[in-house]
């Protein structure tokens, strides 16, 4: 889109202002990736994908009952290239998950491969199953 | 009035919507669809001197990974295995959105595309594949006499 008229000085500041505030909208924006939760006898496993991430910059942070996969995808683009079908628009990822409190957060065990991360969340020692006698009367 | 015979259906309102919108945005779609949603995604792009193709597939056994170039249209095909556990009773599937199983994807190359020059490296879950533009194609200054 072009315009025949320049922008006059004031509407410029405007304007890079508003750039300035859609670069911080846009830095908070994050992809949020597929996974898989699958829960057994001793606890759940999370598989979620994150593609073009490496493990330096995969960050897990476990608060009170709440768990965050926050990570950015770092692939070398080269310099001159031009854009033309995109279906991935950003290199972040987030996801929040909560979680009930039989889960042991002390024990979670991270494997990130091929841009896979699988997560093992473990449930704590009482938490583990039980069978209930039944007392007939 | 033939609508209005019907209850609305919000849903696929939107989805039809959604799908509109896409298509206003995609500028040159070609009869192999629009190719969103599949599977890997790929993010396409274009230096002077090559095609670059990104391909978002993590989790794949690089072997089982197969790009192929013929007659100027690129296929990358797969298989991604399923984590899933298949026969444990007592295990519980919450959630399941990744994609499982084998895929394929096309897509055509411009005309300059060097068939005899594509690399292509698979790293964390992203296949990269490059292919050059013939030296011809490439835009040249001609010094004027």
Redesign the interface.
Same mark, same amino acid.
């Given at each position: 889109m072009t315009t025949n008229t320049s922008p006059s000085v004031s509407e410029r500041a405007q304007l890079a202002r508003k750039g300035k505030e859609d670069d911080t909208r846009y830095s908070d924006a994050a992809l949020t990736p #597929?996974?898989?939760?699958?829960?057994?006898?001793g606890g759940?496993t999370l598989?979620a994908?994150? #593609?073009?991430?490496?493990r330096d910059k995969l960050g897990l942070h476990v608060a009170s009952d709440t768990l965050t996969i926050e990570a950015e995808?770092d692939?070398s683009? #080269?310099e001159?290239?031009?854009?033309?079908?995109?279906?991935?628009g950003l290199g972040r990822f987030r996801r929040v998950f909560t979680l009930s409190k039989e889960l042991d957060t002390d024990n979670i065990s991270a494997e990130l491969?091929?841009?896979?991360l699988?997560l093992r969340i473990p449930k704590a020692e009482h938490a583990q199953p039980r069978r209930i006698e039944i007392q007939a009367s | 009035m033939y609508r209005s015979l019907f209850p609305r259906d919000m849903f696929a309102e939107m989805d039809r919507l959604q799908r509109e919108m896409q298509q206003a945005f995609d500028l040159s779609p070609t009869i192999r669809g629009f190719g969103r949603n599949g599977f890997p995604a790929l993010n396409i792009g274009g230096t002077p001197q090559t095609v670059e193709i990104y391909a978002f597939a993590p989790g794949v056994d690089p072997s089982s990974l197969e790009v192929n170039l013929e007659r100027g249209l690129l296929t990358i095909a797969g298989k991604r295995e399923n984590a899933l556990p298949q026969e444990d009773e007592k295990a519980a599937i919450h959630i399941n959105e990744r994609f499982e199983g084998t895929f394929r994807r096309v897509l055509t190359l411009p005309d300059d595309a060097d068939p005899d020059a594509v690399t292509a490296k698979y790293r964390d879950g992203v296949l990269q594949i490059s292919v050059q533009r013939r030296a011809s194609s490439q835009p040249r200054r001609i010094t004027v006499q």
């Amino acid at each position: 889109m072009t315009t025949n008229t320049s922008p006059s000085v004031s509407e410029r500041a405007q304007l890079a202002r508003k750039g300035k505030e859609d670069d911080t909208r846009y830095s908070d924006a994050a992809l949020t990736p #597929p996974v898989d939760v699958i829960e057994d006898s001793g606890g759940i496993t999370l598989y979620a994908d994150l #593609p073009g991430v490496s493990r330096d910059k995969l960050g897990l942070h476990v608060a009170s009952d709440t768990l965050t996969i926050e990570a950015e995808s770092d692939l070398s683009v #080269p310099e001159a290239l031009e854009s033309s079908h995109t279906e991935v628009g950003l290199g972040r990822f987030r996801r929040v998950f909560t979680l009930s409190k039989e889960l042991d957060t002390d024990n979670i065990s991270a494997e990130l491969k091929q841009g896979v991360l699988k997560l093992r969340i473990p449930k704590a020692e009482h938490a583990q199953p039980r069978r209930i006698e039944i007392q007939a009367s | 009035m033939y609508r209005s015979l019907f209850p609305r259906d919000m849903f696929a309102e939107m989805d039809r919507l959604q799908r509109e919108m896409q298509q206003a945005f995609d500028l040159s779609p070609t009869i192999r669809g629009f190719g969103r949603n599949g599977f890997p995604a790929l993010n396409i792009g274009g230096t002077p001197q090559t095609v670059e193709i990104y391909a978002f597939a993590p989790g794949v056994d690089p072997s089982s990974l197969e790009v192929n170039l013929e007659r100027g249209l690129l296929t990358i095909a797969g298989k991604r295995e399923n984590a899933l556990p298949q026969e444990d009773e007592k295990a519980a599937i919450h959630i399941n959105e990744r994609f499982e199983g084998t895929f394929r994807r096309v897509l055509t190359l411009p005309d300059d595309a060097d068939p005899d020059a594509v690399t292509a490296k698979y790293r964390d879950g992203v296949l990269q594949i490059s292919v050059q533009r013939r030296a011809s194609s490439q835009p040249r200054r001609i010094t004027v006499q």
